[in-house]
């Protein structure tokens, strides 16, 4: 068999933990498997290299700051090759320029684009044990560029589908994927399996456990992943097409608390205006999410719409810039917001899942400020302050708690 295993930063966290993560893989190993282990930079190196990006220069542009992030996974899967040997098993580390993983041009969020397998390849010939780092690539221009926050998972379920590894394990600080945040949810419950999709839009709507094109990946790829805990030996949660049993009608619930809320007010009630908005956004790459246009009156309307905290400032500034060219009359922006979304296969066939949860949060009086829906999800838009009730109050409504 050929195995991916997967380790995020706390897995990898100290001394002890990559010991820990290395005997997981050594006895792959041993059972006469071949081993391929992705990292991520070990626990909050990423974060702090951020900081000291910031301190020197909160502008810095991308390019560097991937030039400094790169430097996380590389020194996690050195140290675990070393690791390896000191256990005595064979092992290599092979970054992104290395392997290769060749992405896209852009900095930050780049998309991988084709991975060289020959090398990975030659080295499990060897019997080796081969350390690949996470989140990393090379770009067109020689570059090094990162795929995003969380992008390990994506390269571990990439390297998964081009190998044709027979599974992918996601070792993380958790037992595997959960019907809510156990930190927030004090009744959340382990999921045995969950379906791609799901998965796909609890990770898009905030569960952090995976990268959402990790999942996206593994769907069209028909990767079979495994979320598991690197602490104990429990069997974690399978990610599949299909799952066997009994559906709930809702499988989990999310919140992503770093959502900002745009209104472009006043814009001209004609064609146009919306392609014209939208496409200033997405030459930037900027994702949006829920959008929401009202009626217009007088001949003007408004258009709200939300994005990542984190992008609001730059938005808020472009739009600010083309304001004449969208025929706006004002920009606002609202970042005390939280987006919380349920998620559930079995909605598709059972009508009054919205309704069912714009009641349980009318009944903790909870105002919901967008809606926005799918054929497996419902997202709204709440106040920041009252987001973990409402997350607390539509696990309950569902009946999801343990
Ligand atoms: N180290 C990167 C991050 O913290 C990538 C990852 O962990 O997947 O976002
Ligand atoms: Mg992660």
Redesign the pocket.
Same mark, same amino acid.
């Given at each position: 068999m050929l195995i991916v295993k997967k380790f995020?930063?706390t897995s990898v966290g100290d001394k002890e933990r990559i010991f820990n993560a290395a005997k997981r893989c050594m006895e792959d190993y041993k059972n006469g498997h071949d081993v391929v282990v992705v990292l991520?930079?070990m626990g909050?190196?990423?974060?702090v290299l951020l900081e000291q990006a910031r301190d020197i220069n909160p502008k810095a542009s991308k390019r560097e700051l991937d030039m400094l %992030?790169t430097v +996380?996974?590389q020194t996690s899967a050195a140290l675990m090759a070393m690791a390896l040997g000191s256990l005595g098993v064979p092992a290599i580390s092979l970054n992104g320029f290395q392997v290769p993983m060749q992405t896209t041009a852009v900095y930050g969020s780049a998309r991988l684009r084709r991975i060289g397998c020959e090398r990975i390849r030659h080295e499990l010939e060897a019997r080796k044990i081969v350390v690949v780092t996470?989140?990393q690539g090379v770009n067109k221009y020689g570059d090094y560029t990162? %795929?995003?926050? +969380?992008?390990?998972?994506?390269?571990a379920v990439a390297l998964a589908a081009v190998l044709h590894a027979d599974t992918c394990e996601i070792f993380t600080d958790v037992d595997g994927v959960y019907t809510a945040d156990p930190r927030i949810v004090k009744t959340a419950r382990k999921l045995d399996e969950i379906t791609y999709d799901e998965m796909l839009d609890l990770a898009t709507a905030g569960a952090g456990v995976l990268?959402n094109r990790s999942v996206e990946m593994a769907k069209k790829y028909g990767v079979q992943l495994v979320v598991r805990s690197s602490l104990n030996d429990s069997p974690g949660t399978v990610v599949k097409e299909e799952v066997n049993v009994e559906r709930m009608l809702i499988s989990g619930v999310a919140l992503d608390k770093k959502a900002a809320r745009i209104s472009v007010l006043g814009v001209k009630d004609e064609p146009g205006i919306a392609f014209r908005l939208f496409h200033l956004l997405a030459k930037r790459q900027i994702n949006v999410d829920i959008i929401l246009q009202s009626i217009g009156r007088e001949g003007t309307k408004d258009i709200s719409f939300t994005v990542d905290e984190e992008e609001a400032d730059t938005v808020v500034e472009l739009l600010e810039k083309n304001k004449e060219n969208i025929t706006a009359q004002s920009v606002q922006c609202k970042k005390d917001v939280a987006k919380l979304s349920i998620v559930g296969a079995g909605m598709m066939s059972n009508p009054g899942v919205a309704a069912k949860m714009f009641e349980a949060l009318y009944s903790a009086r909870i105002n919901i400020n967008m809606i926005s829906t799918s054929e497996i999800r419902v997202t709204v838009l709440v106040d920041e302050k009252d987001g973990e009730k409402a997350m607390n109050v539509c696990h309950e409504a569902f009946g999801l708690a343990e």
């Open positions: 995020g930063g991520s930079a909050k190196t990423t974060d %992030l +996380g996974e996470g989140f990162t %795929l995003g926050r +969380g992008g390990s998972d994506t390269t990268h």
